[in-house]
């Protein structure tokens, strides 16, 4: 079975500044997909990004990166200048690779809700 | 873009009572879920589906059933309420790895 770890079960930026959240896993599976989910107040949880184990390119999407460490199994989360809109809860997540029925099921971490200060 | 309706916003229902949670999809997904939303405890899944009538357990199926007669129509059944039930309920359906979610039910049992 996988379980996903998230430390930081809160925490605060200056809006514009860089923030990281982090994420370890733990998995006998070689591949796999990793993700970010954000959970805005508004409760709709979408995704943010989205990771292939098999790729060593770190994923990035506009301010969103990641930094995937697989041999160390780890995954965090770099948000760069910062904006309000970015406060709610993140949970990162992961997926056993392979096209079996129950291949698309997530396992989440507990979140971090981080709050970005005006 | 990817749809997920849930029928409910907020809910409250009486210990004993049987609940139905209804879940509707537009993009055609093979699969749909059912996780319930705790504090400190993350997302857990309940049941999921991937395809008509078919069904599998999540890690916390105890106290829940599921019924997928159609492709875009997930339904989330509480028996008999009970007031650990208490919790937040999101729908999921997904495609080639990228799940979509709902707004999500907030249950009250009371």
């Known amino acids: 079975a996988q379980t996903v770890t998230q430390s930081q079960p809160e925490m605060s930026v200056q809006e514009a500044e860089t923030v990281t959240l982090s994420c370890t896993y733990d998995?006998?599976?070689?591949?796999?997909?990793l993700f970010w989910y954000k959970q805005p107040p508004s409760r709709q949880m979408i995704l943010v990004i989205r990771?292939?184990?098999?790729?060593?390119q770190n994923a990035t999407e506009n301010r969103f990166s990641v930094n995937f460490q697989k041999a160390a199994k780890s995954f965090s989360l770099k948000i760069s200048d910062s904006q309000l809109g970015d406060t709610a809860m993140y949970f990162c997540a992961f997926m056993k690779h392979g096209t079996n029925f129950g291949n698309e099921k997530l396992t989440f971490g507990t979140g971090t809700r981080l709050t970005i200060i005006p | 873009d990817v749809k997920v309706t849930q029928s409910s916003r907020y809910l409250v229902k009486r210990t004993g009572e049987k609940v139905f949670l209804e879940c509707v999809q537009d993009m055609d997904h093979e699969n749909m879920f059912w996780y319930r939303q705790d504090p400190g405890l993350g997302l857990r899944l309940i049941y999921f589906?991937?395809?008509?009538?078919?069904?599998e357990k999540g890690d916390i199926p105890e106290g829940y059933s599921v019924s997928r007669e159609k492709k875009e129509r997930f339904s989330l059944i509480l028996e008999s309420a009970s007031t650990n039930q208490t919790s937040m309920y999101l729908c999921?359906?997904?495609?080639?790895?990228?799940?979509?979610f709902g707004d999500g039910t907030r249950l009250s049992i009371l």
């Open positions: 998995t006998s599976e070689n591949n796999y997909y």
């Open positions: 990771q292939e184990a098999y790729k060593q």
């Open positions: 999921a359906s997904s495609l080639s790895k990228s799940q979509h």
């Open positions: 589906s991937y395809d008509v009538k078919m069904k």
